[in-house]
């Protein structure tokens, strides 16, 4: 649905916020789904239900969304540099966030890996700060091409928030630059 409130120019944060004055609302907000239990079991269920002849559609289009919202963010951004004129080439962008959910350090099957791995490709400039990864995430990482921050960045062109940990949330307070966010869909160009 984000996509869509996002083509009509809709806040998905104001239709939440109305949503969820119905008694019997489950806030549930937009974001690129990782981890094991949502983002991998489904595909369990999916197997077992092909094998008895049932056809789930609903949670296959579900997985399927979630499976490419990293080409949606990828997208979204690239309109709002296009919309403010901003030159990537002279510009490193910093991702901030990288774990599969907020203030945890677990990276299995983050899908900021496969956002990483599609501006990459894309011949962008990557910097990365996630406060709570380990050193294995920092050195597979480094051996992409994508330096990282083990402390609070000091200086950064671009960011583009993915994972809202207490760290990050702490310093968007302060940060005055180019901020690209998918989720909350804030975008600021000082």
Not at 118 to 146: C, R, S, T, Y
Not at 172 to 184: A, P, Q, S, V
Request: with cysteine.
């Amino acid at each position: 649905m984000h996509q869509l409130y996002t083509s009509l120019g809709i806040n998905t944060n104001d239709v939440i916020d109305a949503a969820s004055t119905k008694w019997n609302f489950m806030e549930l907000t937009p974001g690129m789904v990782g981890g094991h239990c949502i983002s991998i079991d489904p595909y369990y269920l999916m197997h077992k239900s092909a094998m008895s002849g049932f056809s789930p559609t609903i949670m296959s289009a579900a997985r399927k969304v979630n499976d490419c919202m990293h080409e949606w963010v990828l997208s979204d951004f690239l309109d709002f540099i296009n919309i403010n004129e901003i030159d990537l080439k002279s510009k490193k962008i910093t991702i901030l966030g990288y774990t599969f959910k907020e203030n945890c350090s677990d990276t299995r099957n983050t899908k900021v890996k496969d956002l990483i791995l599609a501006m990459l490709k894309n011949g962008f400039q990557l910097n990365l700060w996630d406060p709570m990864i380990l050193e294995q995430d920092h050195l597979a990482l480094n051996n992409i091409g994508v330096e990282t921050f083990k402390k609070e960045p000091v200086k950064i062109d671009i960011a583009i928030v993915c994972v809202y940990h207490n760290e990050i949330n702490s310093f968007l307070k302060n940060y005055d630059g180019i901020l690209y966010d998918y989720r909350y869909k804030i975008y600021s160009k000082h």
